[in-house]
């Protein structure tokens, strides 16, 4: 086992102290930083919009809860009417969440890219 673990050490400094037999570009280096920086930011960006979006969800939910204890008969109006419009009410929450999608992820990930890239 010893004898064996000797040839393979030789080999690996054999391997190291030899050039490869292809050459990387002279900016290899920052342009993996800047790739692995954009994959980066982008998980933060999209981390902190998920975030946001279950706060926004958490506190929704507990409004409701708290109307369902206080009083019932006022919530039932609440949902007749969001029943009534749900088109509209659907798409204002999907417009709210595409602005903060938009607000907590897009803008800040291209202003980052394009500082960046310059």
Same mark, same amino acid.
């Given at each position: 086992? +010893?004898?064996?673990? @000797? $040839?393979?050490? =030789?080999?690996?400094?054999? %391997?190291?102290?030899?050039?490869? =037999?292809?050459?990387?570009?002279?900016?290899? /280096?920052?342009?993996?930083?800047?790739?692995?920086?954009? @994959?980066?930011? +982008?998980?933060?960006?999209?981390?902190?919009?998920?975030? $946001?979006?279950? %706060?926004?969800?958490?506190? /929704?939910? *507990?409004?409701? /809860? *708290?109307l369902l204890y206080i009083n019932s008969? *006022?919530?039932?109006?609440?949902?007749?009417? %969001?029943? =009534?419009?749900?088109?509209?009410?659907?798409?204002?929450?999907?417009? %709210?969440l595409f602005i903060l999608f938009v607000d907590k992820v897009?803008?800040? $990930?291209?202003?980052? *890219?394009?500082?960046?890239?310059?």
């Amino acid at each position: 086992m +010893l004898e064996k673990d @000797k $040839y393979t050490e =030789s080999l690996l400094d054999e %391997a190291l102290k030899m050039q490869p =037999s292809y050459s990387l570009p002279k900016d290899f /280096a920052s342009k993996m930083a800047i790739k692995v920086g954009r @994959k980066m930011v +982008l998980q933060q960006y999209l981390k902190e919009f998920f975030i $946001y979006f279950l %706060a926004i969800i958490g506190i /929704a939910g *507990t409004s409701i /809860a *708290t109307l369902l204890y206080i009083n019932s008969d *006022t919530l039932q109006n609440w949902l007749s009417i %969001a029943k =009534s419009n749900l088109i509209s009410v659907s798409g204002i929450a999907f417009i %709210a969440l595409f602005i903060l999608f938009v607000d907590k992820v897009l803008l800040p $990930y291209f202003h980052y *890219t394009t500082k960046r890239a310059f």
